[in-house]
């Protein structure tokens, strides 16, 4: 029996690469996703695609509301998504999300018996979150590992963040190389009920700039006016 | 004006008595509860009573399906809450419930300005937990400010943890000097809707054990047949 691992699925292209990454390896894959007050439920509709063409072992959405704490473009309609380059921490990073996903992660893992973790965090492309570094996932790493029944009786947890070194063209690249249908994944702030991207968020600006840089063509569905 | 703290309260002994902690050293007191898919209500009740008896700026009660992911007495409805201690990991153990709920205090902590979260856990009489020891207390503190903007800015957050060495007779001493109202809070794990204790749960014995200890009546309402 091949080891279980939990992959957190946004249904964007970082994650999804992920995913292939751990079914190569030859885990059994447990897929976890967030309805958590995001702006577009097309992500989570992705997350699905994602993890029924990878035959998951069982995807699990999460209600969560994060709306309730606020603080972010993603999760408050206030405050609008820029659509130009910022200084500093975007207003679309989300107080903590990483750490409670991947907190939900690990219990997960616990109540199932996977010691592997996988997240598609990337230190290079990466926004500009804070968590997102990996000093942050060794810390997390080593946290879990004092939180949980696993840790207490000596079976290490790890956090594989597998693309964190990588630029966003290395990313596509590899996800190609694995069969990875890249036309399924939704990466846009602020996509449209039926996935269709602005083309102009920060995280749509890195996904067109990646698929330029692999070299291929960028099969996203965007905006006319994009 | 004074400092900010996000204050973990699950409408038992320990977290009410941390919260008067908090507000005795003059903070701003922000307290989060969490419906969690716990088997009863009434805790939520008694955290809400607990919150307004002190004059908290803010209560804020997150709604999380950890029923979702199963795996504890007290999130999964077909296992049932020993009557009497066991060895080990107690099956009362929600995975990852500490580490969960810290990540989302701690992101409301960084979208309110708050540089302290306190919680209630317990080294001593802490019914086997692995996430209620000092070391993993640090390790998430370590790991929370590698996780937030505060910490890439500078700002030290702390995790307050001001029961992890009492027992629990020192704790009802401490909050009793400081006006808690026992009474008005709920520890049984499978209270009745009204908030009436079972008595035979583990958490029953080290509360009732608590009150002997400390020398005081126990305010506790248990069951005519307890």
Not at 62 to 70: C, P, V, W
Not at 88 to 107: C, H, K, Q, W
């Amino acid at each position: 029996m091949s080891d279980k691992a939990v992959i957190l699925v946004s249904g964007g292209l970082d994650s999804s690469t992920v995913l292939a990454i751990a079914a190569r390896q030859g885990y059994e894959c447990y897929t976890l996703s967030f309805d958590y007050g995001q702006r577009h439920r097309s992500e989570l509709d992705a997350a699905i695609r994602v993890s029924e063409s990878m035959s998951v072992v069982e995807h699990k959405v999460i209600k969560l509301d994060l709306q309730a704490i606020g603080g972010s473009a993603l999760t408050d309609t206030t405050i609008a998504v820029p659509e130009r380059e910022t200084a500093g921490i975007p207003v679309t990073y989300v107080p903590a999300r990483n750490t409670v996903f991947l907190s939900i992660a690990l219990g997960w893992a616990e109540v199932i018996g996977a010691n592997k973790i996988f997240v598609g965090v990337n230190a290079v492309d990466y926004s500009g979150y804070p968590d997102c570094r990996p000093e942050y996932i060794a810390s997390f790493e080593a946290m879990a590992n004092l939180a949980t029944r696993a840790g207490v009786e000596g079976n290490h947890l790890s956090i594989e963040a597998p693309l964190i070194d990588m630029t966003k063209g290395q990313i596509i690249q590899a996800g190609l190389e694995l069969g990875v249908d890249y036309s399924q994944t939704v990466s846009c702030y602020q996509a449209s009920s039926d996935g269709v991207a602005c083309g102009k968020c920060d995280s749509c600006r890195l996904r067109a700039q990646g698929f330029f840089e692999a070299g291929v063509k960028d099969p996203t569905r965007y905006q006319n006016n994009a």
